[in-house]
């Protein structure tokens, strides 16, 4: 069994910075991918960034440039850095990862942009 747990979520000014991390515990083995995800209100969630066992990344969108996803590989935890955020970056974000063939997500964390 895989924990994800999410952590760094909050308010912030539009333009601001957050970086949200999320932490894997349990039995980890054959990791394939770890990404975020983002579902706003009333919308559908959406696929943000992912990083695989390699280190290749992927971003969408709008969100290419602004965040950047990383990952600690001893610890087992993967970051989400985002910069220049706009009101419309306000959603949940929820932590997903691909182990041993299974999908796991996080609880998820609230990222509100206002001023």
């Known amino acids: 069994q895989v924990q994800l747990v999410e952590s760094g979520g909050g308010l912030v000014q539009p333009g601001g910075s957050l970086t949200l991390s999320c932490a894997a515990s349990?039995?980890?083995?054959?990791?394939?991918?770890m990404g975020w995800y983002r579902q706003a209100p009333g919308k559908q969630r959406e696929l943000v960034a992912s990083i695989t066992s390699s280190g290749s990344t992927n971003y969408v969108g709008s969100m290419q440039g602004r965040f950047t996803i990383s990952r600690d590989t001893a610890k087992n935890t993967v970051y989400l850095q985002m910069n220049s955020l706009k009101p419309e970056d306000t959603a949940v974000y929820y932590c997903?990862?691909?182990?041993?063939?299974?999908?796991?997500w996080g609880q998820g964390t609230q990222v509100t942009v206002s001023s």
């Open positions: 997903h990862a691909i182990i041993s063939g299974y999908s796991y």
């Open positions: 349990g039995s980890i083995f054959n990791f394939y991918a």
